[in-house]
């Protein structure tokens, strides 16, 4: 018996068991006009196991300076069906957010805690936790994405885990910043912090400001 499984519906549920059962047959000569049948019977059991999630462990940079409220409720919003998208392609999944002003301007970091913890599975709570955000502050010159980056990037991940970070932000890079004097010294942190991939989330306009990032690790722009 053979059955296909998609994983990402309800066809096949976790540890299916089968029997399968093989019969070969064989015809010997007996004589010069007669075959004898030869049957030989065998079985045996087949276990289809749900197959395990690929570890990942998302970081979102996000611009929480004064013009970014709408990305704020954007992420809270859309973060169940990012959730469930990710679900689909069998990945087990964390995720943190760090919220960047304008370090220059003595506006630290945000980094949203769980339970104590960067990192979580729970959606939900970060859903909620994002969604306590309010857009204020910023500066001149450009946000604090490359500190925003650094800050991702110095979350405690998961051994052997693909370690992502998706920066957003209306701004082109602030530089020098109040931690990364350039986009060459942001670059190699990330590199040192082995980051799997970096994703830029910015305007038509400013990617060619970020597209240096892409040194540091694998990644795509998007369109804000």
């Known amino acids: 018996e053979i059955k296909e499984c998609d994983w990402s519906s309800d066809v096949c549920s976790s540890d299916l068991k089968y029997q399968i059962n093989a019969i070969a047959r ?16 065998s079985s045996a059991s087949l276990e289809v196991l749900e197959p395990k999630s690929a570890p990942v462990d998302i970081v979102f940079a996000l611009d929480i300076s004064g013009s970014m409220q709408w990305a704020i409720d954007g992420t809270s919003k859309g973060i169940q069906k990012f959730a ?51 857009a204020t502050g910023g500066g001149p010159g450009g946000e604090s994405s490359l500190d925003g980056i650094a800050s991702a990037a110095d979350y405690t991940f998961r051994s052997q885990v693909t370690k992502v970070i998706i920066m957003i932000t209306d701004e082109g890079p602030k530089v020098p910043d109040g931690r990364m004097s350039s986009i060459k010294e942001a670059v190699r942190y990330v590199k040192s912090k082995e980051i799997d ?21 694998p990644g795509k722009m998007f369109d804000l």
């Open 26 to 41: 064989a015809w010997l000569p007996q004589s010069d006009s007669q075959l004898e049948e030869v049957t030989a019977i």
């Open 84 to 134: 469930e998208s990710l679900g689909k392609k069998q990945l087990d999944a964390r995720v943190g957010l760090v919220g960047f002003r304008d370090t220059t301007l003595f506006q630290p970091n945000t980094v949203l805690f769980f339970k104590g913890l960067t990192l979580t599975s729970d959606f939900i709570a970060f859903r909620d936790e994002v969604a306590k955000l309010r």
């Open 197 to 217: 991939q970096l994703h830029v989330v910015t305007l038509p306009e400013l990617m060619a400001e970020f597209a240096p990032l892409r040194e540091s690790a």
